[in-house]
């Protein structure tokens, strides 16, 4: 398939996990992508090798999503360059997990800085071109642990809470403009986020999924590109769960 032939796909934290397996499924169906990285160059390069191999054009840009003027500056070049931004995925994210009571001010607002202010600061930078064009796309990779909480995740949760709200306002305010915008949830799905997760833990989240696995980065990257396609072109502020079944 190449219904994304043409278009301009942006994916922040695209170096790794999801985000890189939303690149390469951009990719194979025609895109140029742009990836966004924090510092890992190398599984940056990876990412960007694997998109020409999938059939798209690529790109790596390293800055910090929590930045305001590098996220500006990043998508001006991008528009600069290719001439357009057709699909945001704002992707980036961290977890930092500890219990309330010894929970640190600079992680709980670095966590809020990075998965929820860094998707304001792209959507905003993005707004003025995706309005111009009057057509565009917004995903935001949220979490099943923003839906249902999870204890140890205070930042974590408030900030994929956080995101459905920006996506839902997004959604509306942006749909004047011809622009979609939607959530993706993910439940516990295979990728470094995840690999320090202790066996025991691990052994109870499967009790609970009744698909009894983890997810794959994917099929949650199947579920991104979905949204962002035209078969998905009267869906706006939906929050689309990819979890095996874990939360209904
Ligand atoms: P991951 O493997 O840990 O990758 C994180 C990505 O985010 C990397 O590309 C990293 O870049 C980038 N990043 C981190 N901080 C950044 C910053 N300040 N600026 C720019 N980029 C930054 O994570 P993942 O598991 O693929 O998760 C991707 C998204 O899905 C996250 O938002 C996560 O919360 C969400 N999610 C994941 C799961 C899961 O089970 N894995 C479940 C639900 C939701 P570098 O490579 O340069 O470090």
């Known amino acids: 398939m190449s219904d994304f032939k043409d278009k301009v796909v942006f994916i922040t934290g695209g170096s790794r996990g999801i985000g890189r397996a939303c690149a390469v499924a951009f990719a194979k169906r025609g895109a140029t992508v742009v990836i966004n990285y924090a510092g890992n160059e190398a599984a940056a390069t990876e990412t960007v090798k694997l998109i020409g191999e999938a059939g798209g054009k690529g790109k790596a840009v390293r800055f910090d999503v929590a930045n305001p003027e590098e996220c500006n500056k990043a998508v001006e070049e991008t528009v600069k360059e290719l001439g357009r931004l057709d699909v945001l995925v704002n992707n980036a994210g961290v977890a930092i997990d500890g219990l309330i009571m010894r929970f640190a001010d600079a992680d ?58 920006l996506t839902k306002a997004m959604a509306k305010e942006l749909a004047p403009r011809n622009i979609r915008v939607c959530a993706v949830s993910p439940g516990f799905i295979e ?51 990819v979890n095996g079944g874990m939360y209904m």
């Open 108 to 165: 709980y607002q670095k966590t809020l800085d990075i998965n929820l202010k860094g998707a304001f600061n792209l959507i905003r930078a993005v707004s003025r071109t995706m309005m111009k064009q009057r057509a565009g796309v917004i995903i935001n990779m949220t979490s099943i642990v923003g839906e249902m909480g999870n204890g140890g995740q205070a930042a974590y949760a408030a900030s994929k809470a956080g995101l459905i709200g």
């Open 191 to 241: 990728t470094d986020m995840t690999t320090h997760i202790p066996e025991e833990a691990r052994k109870m989240m499967l009790q609970v999924t009744p698909l009894a696995r983890l997810g794959r980065a994917e099929e949650v990257a199947a579920a991104t590109v979905f949204l962002a396609s035209n078969d998905a072109s009267y869906i706006t502020g939906e929050v689309l769960k």
